[in-house]
């Protein structure tokens, strides 16, 4: 190791931010171009599912921040259809929600069609086909310049309850004859084939506009992708808008998979997707363009690795070459017990480091993300400066830290992955989770019944909601059902490791 101290070398370290959206500029020098990646980047790939924190976000940032690339490169033309960070577009709906799922379905047509059109407009695209698109979304009050996705979505919620209510008025569309346009609506886009009657007085569907805009695409050999990511916040607050939206937005994209150059790219978490799987939604089966993150030791160990070696201070204290580490899996490993004691917990039946990391911070699947895995590494990071800023003794030979850092830095990561995801997720399941606090790691549901003080039936369900958003493992012995605390949960509620 060259002469500079190691908190010289932890000063100038940083594994980066834990969330996609704050570190877009940075992704790409991080991000590891696998063959998941490349069938996504070529449009192989429309449903990306994955975890919280798994890396979705990372790779909607990345195709943004693409964008002239692709167009560039693939004649692709990104469209985002959804704030990459601050307030979700899909707010108001939350506040006011459609009533059904067939409102939801035109509502997703309508605001998608705005957003191709825009973006026609933007790129000066001016067929006869697209000036048709145009006259029309601006006749119907839809394409207005310089509005926010969320004054955009509530422009087209309004003209869809406005065509759905002069719809139900006497059974169907009435026609003023004298401003020729439909009674009760701004203007004459409807979402029924219209009949030979209201064609001659302009009508035109959401689908003959779609169509006009696949022709517009296609004289112009683009591919226009549609970009949909933060669903999981979207519709949080309610789960029967959830449900509603969700299911809409898959029939929309069952839709328009008859589009060559339209397509829409779905980032969802899996557990929303199994939710709506689980619930009954026949269509699923037909959703095959799709591909699901998945981490397993060797990819977070590269992840680590990379985020490292982007430090120049620790690349020459440690006189490593950034190509020949990541070259080889073997000299990553290597690389990785210079700076980490080789186990945290000493003994042969316990893990390696590497693996004591990704236990402590996997969920109740196994599945250790990134978001995670980053956040501990930057906890361990700040942990370990402070000893040695206090006057410490440093970690012995090359290692930059010792086991009671790694230790103490699971603390911050499972308080806030307790409280700014599990409990802000599920607020009403709070209470009783908080109750568990200082108890023991497995449980049973008699055990259950005591701390919750309720009897057996709302023992058991409640423990069986804790297993469906995961804070419980449901285990079996002798056919007895038992419920297991991940680590990840343990330190924010002060949990004691043992049977109940």
């Given at each position: ?431 009783w989770l908080n109750l568990l606090d200082g108890q023991k790691t497995e449980q049973t549901v008699e ?54």
């Amino acid at each position: 190791m060259a002469p500079v101290s190691k908190e010289q070398v932890l000063q100038d370290t940083t594994f980066g931010k834990r969330v996609a959206e704050e570190e877009v500029d940075e992704l790409g020098k991080y991000f590891v171009e696998t063959d998941q990646w490349r069938r996504i980047y070529t449009g192989e790939v429309d449903i990306v599912y994955g975890t919280k924190g798994a890396g979705k976000s990372a790779i909607y940032a990345l195709l943004n921040y693409r964008e002239d690339r692709l167009f560039d490169e693939h004649g692709v033309m990104i469209v985002p259809a959804e704030n990459p960070r601050g307030a979700t577009a899909f707010g108001s709906l939350t506040e006011d929600p459609p009533t059904s799922e067939r409102e939801l379905r035109e509502l997703w047509k309508l605001y998608l069609l705005s957003l191709i059109a825009d973006h026609l407009r933007d790129y000066g695209i001016y067929n006869d086909d697209a000036k048709q698109i145009t006259s029309a979304l601006e006749d119907a009050g839809l394409l207005q310049k310089q509005v926010t996705l969320r004054a955009r979505l509530r422009s087209a919620l309004d003209y869809v309850r406005s065509l759905f209510k002069a719809e139900s008025l006497e059974g169907g569309l009435r026609i003023d004859p004298v401003t020729g346009t439909p009674v009760g609506l701004s203007g004459k886009i409807i979402f029924r084939e219209p009949s030979a009657e209201h064609r001659d007085f302009g009508l035109i569907s959401v689908d003959d506009l779609l169509e006009r805009a696949e022709a517009t695409l296609k004289e112009n050999d683009i591919n226009l992708w549609l970009l949909l990511d933060r669903l999981d916040v979207a519709f949080a607050e309610t789960e029967e808008l959830e449900r509603n939206a969700l299911r809409a937005l898959f029939r929309v994209y069952l839709d328009l998979i008859q589009y060559s150059r339209i397509s829409l790219k779905i980032f969802l978490r899996s557990d929303i997707w199994q939710r709506i799987r689980g619930e009954g939604f026949r269509e699923a089966s037909h959703i095959t363009k799709s591909t699901t993150i998945k981490w397993d030791k060797t990819n977070l160990l590269n992840l680590v690795i990379r985020r490292l070696l982007h430090n120049t201070t620790l690349r020459e204290a440690y006189n490593v070459n950034f190509d020949e580490v990541l070259s080889d899996s073997q000299r990553q490993e290597e690389f990785f017990y210079r700076l980490f004691p080789r186990q945290v917990d000493v003994g042969s039946r316990n893990p390696d480091t590497l693996g004591w990391i990704i236990s402590r911070t996997g969920d109740p699947i196994n599945q250790t993300a990134p978001r995670e895995l980053i956040h501990f590494l930057s906890s361990a990071r700040e942990e370990q400066l402070q000893r040695l800023e206090t006057g410490l003794e440093e970690p012995p030979e090359e290692a930059l830290f010792e086991r009671g850092a790694l230790k103490e830095a699971l603390k911050p990561v499972s308080r806030v992955r307790f409280e700014q995801t599990l409990c802000a997720e599920h607020p009403t399941l709070e209470p009783w989770l908080n109750l568990l606090d200082g108890q023991k790691t497995e449980q049973t549901v008699e055990s259950l019944m005591k701390v919750w003080e309720v009897d057996r039936t709302e023992a058991s369900s409640m423990a069986e909601k804790l297993v469906e958003i995961g804070f419980f493992e449901k285990r079996k012995a002798k056919e007895v059902p038992t419920y297991w605390v991940p680590f990840i949960y343990r330190d924010a509620l002060e949990m004691v490791q043992g049977a109940a």
